[in-house]
């Protein structure tokens, strides 16, 4: 008897299957095992993306190769052959107990059978035996197409569902210690994973570890929050709840969270003498102390601030708490939930808003005494948010610069090494008897460190690596400028240069460019950039930005599309250029400006070549002066593409400026630019300043157009009930401001959110009143938009002659007025009407039309919407594997953008393929994916869509009762939303069932 594994790498009688493609058709056997395969099916699996002309022939191969594998000697047309051929197709014979997937269901079974009827025992043994066979994700090395892959998906969600019913057993039965360690390793690889995360929970609070508990609640919760924008649900929050409030005993135990002591810390005692004195002092002024430790990077500062807290813990018995404020871990809300759990704070008590964990912390360290250390501060802001409540309590600060700021603070610049300290800590690393033998050849290479101690620690490792070197030889290739930045490099420590000795190496020009290039942190830049950074012409910005790249200071990152050389600053130079640039922090800040401006006259020009955003720039853009600026005026796309990063950090600086002016104009700007990727921050970060910065300007029609920024973003990610919120702050400023024109748009854009959350009478309220807004203050452009929505409205509502009148006025006013977005919108969503109406080669005319403008545009988000239309139409006309194609490349498309919403209705596309096809497997899985999704989502919509597909479906394999059921739930929500066409469609489908019963 043969053996298969499927759950782990493919085996075939515990050995493994190759070559690769020989294994991807035994993988599409055996999950259709015992049923015909066809050679076609076989051939999407090994080519998903497009067959060669091969394929039948390579197909064949690999068949036979099986056969000599599976049955050697054994003839194809003999009996006992298990790899049969008929009609064109290949049936694999696989009995129950050879493949190992049989026998994990057989068990998983048989224990959810008897944790249902109370067996826990019994039950847990029964899903260990089922998950003891699996030694890995599913089919983990085999590259299938869709339904390989589909049923890997599929035996991998059975594997966690049946751990969790294992885990759920073990914990009724008081296991909880052991299944502690298990559960972390799954929490630490998906903390979003609810289930795992609620048991984990219960396990460490009935294991006494109430505290771990918390953390791992606050964990999840957090990254449901970043990653997914949701809440905890019922089941987390319940097993956080259920943790009992610790024994007030407990907070009396000192808490010491301090890094341990660094074993060759050395000298600093000078520093290490003042930070004593201040930090040791001061006790009845009635605020905490406080001392920020700035210096460039690499100068040594934690390792600093480390060793004097540990010699401060002594003044401080009642807690030494730490933080590491540098990224998402560095958020203040963050931060305090650590430091209130160390405190003795349950997950229960702990509250979820800033200002209430703020003023309870503050309370906690009101009457202790309690140092706090925070590593890498950002700004006075962080820290502020962060500092405890009583004049007992000490805060130690590292940063990267001076916190100007930062009230009642004192301030010490860490200073270099000095050539003994420097010297006793290479002889600490490398040894102290090598030291001794080449004195002078070690002050050399010291001095090529320029007294960072990070630089003394790469070299010193280096040494230690390698015994036999002379350290002259090391000394002599850190001297060749040329090989400096790649010797200052061992494993994850990188100075990138010897940066201080770079610099003095410099001209003055370059210096000055230098200093300049730090009061803008960019993440890249260009000649453009720096010939207006600098104030003078590009071929003089260009030699300077060389001679830089020449001195390894600067870096060269590509070539851009549009033509351009793009350089960045490593982060270290970047530190020290900018503590450099607070010499002379007017000229720092004049060329910053020059930067902002520039790029925001840039943005403006972007914005109105692509004709983009739902608020446009009321200015013309200036003259083109520039290659620069031609080359945004011709092609505007690609610079967007690149730029956007550079766009999000000048607002950023700009807002932390306090230029609330300049940050409202290029948020604005932005709007309009951003590709839709709703996954990521940038745009909402921008749109955020925004908001922010028009209401310190007290600008309210900047603060409406940023909130109407912000319901798009919530609207993109599919968050429609924050789009909502957002967009009806944004129509009561408009309102009250009296700007029919601004009303009018977002009027617009929140009649899309209405007709989702199946608010049909309101959207074409809303719809309607924007239009005749529009007409009255003559916005033409947003009398498209509103058009094309009323459109889409007049068409789910079943009037089609409406519909397709609404898109042809929307067309002629977009096509007048040069608006390409409008123009694709209304060719895309009017060649929908047609297909429904049976009009399909005007349909397929009109997306062709819609394609071409998307795709000349770079708009890869409306390129995916128009190929799901292509798609379905090509899914009608019988065009099959055309439509197959279009449809994968819009789910492609949305995939790299991250677009949830959209991705899901390429997939319920893809499902009514597979139906079409007959692949009633695969279509049925695809449309269980999207009804979960859509439910997830919110989107009713979306939801009656499914259930309208499954109950066909169903309907159509015989399971009438099923599909009536998914039906009538279909036409509630349709009814709900009064689609009259999806409505006509549900009845018809229920109709033809009853008739068929009727027949029977």
Not at 552 to 574: C, K, N
């Amino acid at each position: 008897m043969t053996r298969y594994g499927l759950l782990g790498p493919l085996t075939v009688d515990g050995s493994s299957v190759s070559p690769g493609q020989q294994r991807t058709v035994l993988a599409a056997l055996l999950v259709q095992a015992n049923q015909p395969v066809t050679t076609s099916s076989l051939v999407d699996e090994l080519w998903p993306e497009g067959a060669p002309d091969s394929a039948n022939v390579i197909v064949q191969m690999c068949v036979s190769g099986l056969r000599k594998l599976l049955a050697p000697g054994v003839p194809a047309r003999d009996a006992r052959q298990v790899l049969r051929t008929s009609g064109g197709s290949y049936t694999l014979g696989v009995a129950e107990d050879e493949l190992d997937q049989a026998i994990f269901l057989r068990h998983a079974d048989e224990g959810v059978r008897l944790a249902e009827a109370g067996r826990a025992e019994a039950a847990a043994e029964a899903l260990r035996a089922a998950l003891s066979g699996w030694r890995g994700p599913a089919l983990a090395d085999v590259t299938g197409g869709r339904i390989v892959s589909a049923h890997a998906a599929w035996l991998d969600e059975r594997r966690a569902a049946t751990l969790e019913r294992r885990i759920q057993a073990e914990l009724e039965l008081g296991r909880h210690t052991e299944v502690v360690t298990e559960l972390r390793g799954r929490v630490e690889a998906e903390p979003t994973q609810e289930v795992f995360a609620a048991q984990l929970v219960t396990a460490l609070a009935a294991a006494g570890r109430r505290g771990e508990a918390a953390e791992v609640f606050e964990t999840a919760r957090r990254a449901l929050a970043e990653e997914l924008g949701v809440r905890p649900g019922g089941r987390l929050l319940d097993a956080v709840r259920r943790i009992d409030a610790p024994e007030r005993a407990a907070a009396t135990v000192p808490v010491a969270q301090l890094p341990p002591h660094i074993a060759d810390f050395t000298g600093r005692q000078e520093v290490l003498d003042r930070i004593a004195v201040t930090l040791g002092s001061g006790e009845g002024s009635g605020a905490p102390r406080v001392l920020a430790l700035c210096g460039p990077g690499g100068i040594g500062k934690s390792a600093l601030a480390v060793r004097a807290a540990h010699d401060l813990r002594e003044s401080f018995p009642d807690a030494q708490v730490a933080a590491d404020l540098r990224g998402g871990s560095g958020r203040p809300a963050d931060v305090l939930g650590h430091f209130l759990r160390a405190l003795g704070v349950s997950g229960a008590e702990l509250p979820s808003g800033l200002t209430e964990r703020q003023n309870l912390w503050r309370g906690r360290t009101a009457g202790a005494r309690v140092l706090v250390l925070l590593d890498d501060a950002r700004d006075e802001q962080q820290v502020r948010a962060l500092l405890p409540g009583g004049d007992g309590c000490a805060v130690l600060v590292t940063t990267r610069r001076r916190l100007l700021g930062l009230e009642g603070a004192s301030t010490i610049t860490v200073p270099e090494l000095t050539e003994r300290d420097a010297l006793d800590l290479l002889g600490a690393l490398a040894g102290t008897g090598r030291v001794a033998a080449e004195p002078e050849q070690a002050r050399r290479l010291l001095r090529l460190c320029g007294g960072l101690p990070l630089a003394v620690r790469i070299v010193g490792a280096k040494l230690a690596a390698r015994e036999h070197e002379p350290i002259g030889e090391l000394a002599d290739r850190v001297a060749d400028r040329h090989g400096t930045l790649g010797e200052l490099r061992a494993g994850d420590l990188d100075v990138r240069a010897t940066v201080e000795v770079s610099y003095a190496e410099c001209t003055a020009a370059q210096q000055r460019a230098l200093r300049l290039m730090g009061a803008l942190p960019l993440p890249t830049f260009t000649r453009w950039t720096m010939a207006t950074l600098l104030d003078q012409d590009r071929r003089g910005a260009a030699e300077t930005v060389e001679e830089l790249v020449e001195a390894q200071l600067v870096q060269v990152v590509g070539r851009d599309p549009i033509g351009g050389l793009r350089y960045r600053l490593h982060d270290l130079i970047s530190a020290f250029a900018a503590e450099k640039g607070l010499s002379d922090p007017v000229a720092a800040d004049e060329a910053a400006d020059r930067v902002v401006r520039g790029y925001l006259a840039l943005a403006l020009r972007a914005h109105d070549a692509l004709r983009a955003g739902r608020f446009p720039p009321s200015a013309p853009p200036e003259p083109a002066r520039s290659d620069t600026a031609r080359a945004v005026r011709d092609d505007p796309g690609p610079w967007r593409t690149e730029e956007t990063p550079n766009l999000v950090a000048a607002t950023r600086w700009a807002y932390d400026r306090g230029w609330w002016g300049r940050v409202a104009e290029l948020a604005g700007a932005f709007a309009g630019l951003a590709e839709r990727r709703p996954a990521d921050t940038g745009a909402r970060d921008v749109a955020v300043l925004g908001l922010l910065a028009a209401r310190r300007a007290g600008d309210a029609r900047a603060e409406a157009v940023s909130l109407c920024s912000l319901g798009d973003l919530r609207w993109e990610s599919g968050l429609a009930g924050s789009a909502h919120r957002y967009y009806s702050l944004a129509v009561a400023v408009f309102d009250a401001l009296g700007d029919d024109c601004g009303l009018a748009r977002v009027l617009t854009a929140q009649a899309d959110v209405d007709i989702e959350g199946g608010r049909v009478d309101q959207a074409r309220a809303g719809l309607q009143r924007a239009l005749l807004l529009a007409k009255v203050v003559g916005d033409e452009q947003c009398q498209a938009d509103a058009l094309d929505q009323l459109g889409s409205l007049l068409f789910d509502l079943g009037d089609y002659p409406a519909a397709e009148e609404c898109f042809v006025s929307c067309r002629a006013i977009a096509e007048s007025l040069g608006l390409w977005r409008s123009v694709a919108h209304a060719d895309k969503r009017l060649a929908d009407v047609l297909r429904w109406t049976g009009e399909c080669e005007r349909a397929g005319a009109l997306l062709a039309s819609s394609l071409r403008i998307a795709r000349e545009h770079a708009d890869r988000h409306w390129e995916g919407h128009v190929l799901r239309s292509l798609g379905q139409l090509q899914r009608v006309t019988g065009e099959l594997d055309a439509a197959e194609e279009s449809l994968g490349t819009a789910l492609e498309l949305f995939t790299g953008l991250r677009h949830r919403h959209a991705r899901c209705y390429v997939l319920h596309s893809l499902g009514e393929l597979y139906a079409t096809r007959g692949d009633t497997a695969r279509a049925e899985l695809g449309f269980a994916a999207c009804r979960e999704m859509f439910g997830e989502l919110n989107d009713w919509r979306g939801q009656g869509y499914t259930l309208l597909s499954l109950g066909t479906l169903w309907a159509a394999r015989g399971d009438h009762d099923a599909a009536t059921g998914l039906l009538h739930g279909a036409l509630g929500i349709f009814e709900r939303l009064g689609y009259r066409r999806l409505q006509e469609v549900t009845v018809a489908a229920l109709h033809d069932i009853a008739s068929a019963g009727n027949a029977s």
